[in-house]
Each structure stands twice: as structure tokens, then as C-alpha cells.
């Protein structure tokens, strides 16, 4: 999907809500668990529930790597089954060199059909543009991430500024942003209207709303640009909204509530 796709498919949909398939099998229904693919089967409901509403869908592939073989196929029955025109992401946190760097993309790009793979930057420039030259695919780069141990190293002051920013203005130079996303946490509000001076530009992909504490309402007023820019991710509060048969029922309620609330932001531009 390229940029102008993404666009007008928010756009369209009033909508900058990404779907987390962060499909925990300890965590779904019960009454599904004697069915062949219970992964899948819950992925499927899901989606049936959410698909007019957003506009991307998250697979976190640890979920599924932890399978083995059968997490792989219900993954790859998974993105099968997302309609055509709805962005999907890999999130893989790849990062490598060389062959092995463009085997990864080759994984998610070619044989799994994703729109784009979250990858790490840490080992510099040729671990990252092996990800950036397949025709409208992105590759999404950890930029500032929510969790506590980002103040270990991201947060680091340097003479040039936080190493952060540094990074992602560095990161951005590789690409463009028609090829090239940030992950910016919820949590992170209060850096979200700084990053988006150095890169006005870029969709920042956004996770941490709802289960982790993150404002939809403040990450929107200091991060969305003409574009939206913005593809906001909730997991948990969505998919896990309810846990008895009506689970994809309610899990429909929570990510129309989100809907809403982003119609509202995105009449303001």
C-alpha cells in the first residue's frame, strides 16, 4: 500500500485506528479452544467485527512464533484474511545485516504479503534500507518506545540533542516518508508535538493507547499533520474487551468508541 492509499483510506473511514492481533491463547475465549485454529478462529471474529472501522491491522509475531509451525500458519491464514486495502503490519522488531537483513524483508514483504515490518535501528544504516527498497512497503522504525527501559538508552542527553531524536533524524535520512513510519509510544505524549518538528512528515505508528494508560486525546492533538500521520494501535482494550461469546460483539463496541473519537480529531484538520 503507498502512501496516498493510506491516506485516503483514513480519510475515508474517519479513522486512524489500528487493530492489534496480539493474539495471547491463554487470554481467548474458552469455547474456542477445541476448535482446530483457535488462534485463527478468534483472529477471524475479530476482524469480521472491526474491519470497516479501522484502517490497519498489528501482528505481533512473537505470539505466533511461539507456536511453532501451526502459530506460523495461523499467522499466515491470519493476513490472508485481512481484506485487500487494509494496512498491515508485521511487528517483528527485525534488525540486521547484509543477506540476513534482506531475507527478513523477503519473510514479511514476499511470502506473507505484509504492507510493512517494524524494524530496530541499533545497527545502523545497512540494517535498515534492505527493508526500504520494496515497491509500497514501509519499513516502521523504533523511534521512542513506552516502556520503562526506553530511559536506559533512548532517552540518553547527547551533544546533539536525546539520542532519540538523534537517531530518528538520522533513521529519516534513509528514507522517505513514503517508505518510512516511527514508533512513537502513547506514553510518550509529552515528546510527541518535538518529534513531529523534526519530522513533520512521517506517520508515526502509535501503540499504548488503552491497556497501557495512553491518551488518545493528547497523542491526536500533538501528533496528527495534514495526513492524519498518525495509525494509533490498541491491543488489549479491543481484542480482549470480552471474553465470552459475544467476545467480537464487544470487542466492535470498543473499536467503534475509538472511531468516533478520531472522526472528531480528524474533522479539525
Known amino acids: 500500500m503507498n502512501r496516498q492509499e493510506l491516506v485516503n483510506l483514513i480519510r475515508e473511514r474517519k479513522s486512524y485506528l489500528c487493530v492489534g492481533l496480539d493474539t495471547d491463547i491463554q487470554k481467548i475465549p474458552k469455547h474456542l479452544l477445541s476448535l482446530p485454529d483457535p488462534i485463527f478462529a478468534f ?72 504492507d510493512s515490518v ?85 506517520f508515526f505508528l502509535v501503540p499504548g493507547v488503552g491497556a497501557q494508560g495512553g491518551s488518545l486525546k493528547e497523542i491526536s492533538e500533538k501528533g496528527l499533520n495534514k495526513d492524519a500521520g498518525l495509525l494509533v494501535n490498541a491491543s488489549r482494550a479491543i481484542i480482549y474487551a470480552g471474553n465470552d461469546e459475544r467476545f467480537a460483539e464487544d470487542a466492535r463496541e470498543a473499536a467503534k468508541a475509538y472511531q468516533a473519537e478520531m472522526a472528531e480529531y480528524l474533522s479539525a484538520l
Request: charged share 20%; hydrophobic share 35%.
Open 43 to 114: 483472529n477471524k471474529a475479530i476482524i469480521d467485527a472491526t474491519k470497516d472501522l479501522c484502517v490497519s491491522y498489528k501482528i505481533n509475531t512473537a505470539f505466533y512464533e511461539c507456536q511453532g509451525i501451526r502459530g506460523w500458519e495461523s499467522l499466515q491464514r491470519t493476513v490472508e484474511y485481512i481484506p485487500k486495502g487494509i494496512f498491515t503490519i508485521a511487528d517483528a522488531k527485525r534488525g540486521d545485516i547484509g543477506n540476513t537483513s534482506t531475507y527478513y524483508a523477503k519473510t514479511f514483504f514476499d511470502t506473507y504479503g505484509f
Open 118 to 202: 517494524t524494524v530496530a535501528p541499533y545497527m545502523g544504516r545497512d540494517s535498515v534500507t534492505p527493508f526500504l527498497g520494496f515497491s509500497e512497503k514501509w519499513a516502521i522504525v523504533l523511534g521512542l518506545t513506552s516502556n520503562e527501559g526506553s530511559q536506559d538508552f533512548q532517552q540518553l542527553q547527547t551533544s546533539e540533542g536525546l539520542l532519540y531524536e538523534q537517531v530518528m533524524k538520522t533513521t529519516a535520512s534513509w528514507g522517505s516518508p513514503d517508505n518510512m513510519m516511527f514508533v512513537v509510544g502513547a506514553t510518550q505524549a509529552d515528546s510527541i508535538a518535538a518529534i513531529r518538528r523534526i519530522l513533520p512528515d512521517h
